[in-house]
């Protein structure tokens, strides 16, 4: 039977990885419909157009910070996890889990 750790960094390097993921896309997003609001200022359009598009920003902008919390404790929690199970670092999981960790670091706060 499989190692009840390595099924451990598995769970936990594809929570890390999601998230990662996800605040990537929360940002592009949001610059996304930043451009799209300067854009349609330039042009002139309607007030009621571009205050629609500044809700979808704040909607967007909102949801940040939840994401990045959740970023930050799927980090800890998985380099917690590669730091003390250093008898498995010969498993393509727990190399798979580094991996993460090192693309994602730069995203993290406190």
Same mark, same amino acid.
């Given at each position: 039977?499989?190692?009840?750790?390595?099924?451990?960094?598995?769970?936990?390097?594809?929570?890390?990885?999601?998230?990662?993921?996800?605040?990537?896309?929360?940002?592009?997003?949001?610059?996304?419909?930043?451009?799209?609001?300067?854009?349609?200022?330039?042009?002139?359009?309607?007030?009621?157009?571009?205050?629609?598009?500044?809700? $979808? $920003?704040?909607?967007?902008?909102?949801?940040?910070?939840?994401?990045?919390?959740? $970023?930050?404790?799927?980090?800890?929690? $998985?380099?917690?996890?590669?730091?003390?199970?250093?008898?498995?670092?010969?498993?393509?999981?727990?190399?798979?889990?580094?991996?993460?960790?090192?693309?994602?670091?730069?995203?993290?706060?406190?």
């Amino acid at each position: 039977m499989a190692d009840p750790r390595i099924k451990q960094l598995r769970i936990k390097t594809g929570i890390l990885k999601r998230t990662y993921k996800e605040k990537i896309s929360y940002e592009k997003e949001a610059e996304q419909i930043q451009e799209k609001i300067r854009k349609m200022q330039e042009e002139g359009q309607e007030v009621y157009y571009i205050k629609k598009q500044d809700q $979808l $920003l704040q909607e967007t902008q909102n949801v940040i910070p939840d994401t990045q919390k959740r $970023l930050n404790a799927a980090y800890h929690d $998985l380099k917690t996890l590669v730091e003390t199970e250093t008898e498995l670092e010969e498993a393509e999981e727990y190399l798979a889990a580094k991996a993460v960790i090192e693309e994602s670091a730069s995203h993290i706060t406190a």
